[in-house]
């Protein structure tokens, strides 16, 4: 298939790199729009595709858009596009707090939008993506796209309505963990450990449980309780996460992510 990226920013960016990493994209099947010369060079220079800022003759040759510009450019952009657009032409869209149907009315009828809210470890193919497909879309495309967005790891589909929990959850999730090794790697280095041999043996930790969760198939309560001998040295670590609340905090954390989506929607 024939892809423009509009908006090739950190996320788009990723689901390209992996895309092409993976072989399901072609190179010469993809042509960037970006905003500016400089970027158009770089994207060109990290990606090996065509890019330019001139978005209609991009536009008008795709078979599938990934709508990456920044949500509030929605209303001056896209009625520019729209002329370009044509019928059957996907347009897939990672814009956080846009809905489809404002998208559709700006684009027109002619075109399916397809809401896609992934994570950024797409970018290495364990990442995981909400999808919201539109009713208009044929069995045999959503199976083209399906293929596609499973070369990024995990295809949630959703309905839009969910879209926002799925972020407080998966979206913003990776970040949660980066400030688990971010405090781990502190620790160790608290005891003495040297930057670097913090840093290995935090994510060491984290890779190595994260990978035996996987393989093993037990729940992650039956695995910390396998680890956790009465008494023993773990037991008191995890007896003051307890103390400090931390899965009451970490419900608080995600439901206030939550709370903050509606906030950015009506903004």
């Not at 995990?154 to 999730?173: K, M, N, P, Y």
């Not at 040295?233 to 007896?239: D, F, G, K």
């Amino acid at each position: 298939m024939k892809l423009a990226i509009a908006g090739c920013g950190k996320m788009t960016g990723a689901m390209l790199h992996r895309w092409l990493k993976a072989g399901v994209v072609r190179p010469e099947d993809v042509r960037a729009i970006t905003r500016s010369q400089s970027s158009a060079d770089r994207v060109r220079a990290e990606f090996g595709v065509v890019a330019t800022t001139e978005g209609a003759e991009a536009i008008a040759w795709a078979d599938v858009v990934l709508l990456g510009i920044k949500p509030q450019q929605v209303h001056t952009v896209l009625p520019t596009w729209r002329p370009h657009a044509h019928p059957g032409q996907v347009w897939m869209s990672v814009l956080a707090g846009t809905r489809v149907a404002r998208i559709q009315q700006l684009l027109g009828d002619e075109v399916a939008v397809v809401r896609l809210m992934p994570n950024t470890p797409v970018r290495v193919g364990n990442g995981a993506t909400a999808v919201v497909w539109p009713d208009t879309l044929s069995p045999a495309r959503q199976d083209d796209l399906h293929e596609l967005l499973a070369a990024l790891g995990e295809v949630v589909a959703l309905q839009e309505d969910r879209i926002d929990a799925f972020t407080a959850i998966a979206g913003s999730g990776p970040a949660y963990v980066f400030l688990f090794l971010e405090s781990l790697a502190q620790a160790a280095k608290a005891l003495g450990f040297e930057d670097e041999q913090a840093e290995r043996l935090a994510l060491g930790v984290v890779r190595g449980a994260s990978e035996l969760a996987t393989i093993d198939g037990r729940d992650a309560s039956t695995l910390r309780a396998e680890v956790t001998s009465p008494g023993g040295m773990t037991h008191a670590a995890i007896s003051v996460f307890q103390a400090a609340g931390w899965p009451e905090i970490t419900t608080d954390a995600v439901e206030a992510a939550l709370a903050h989506a509606a906030v950015l929607a009506d903004a």
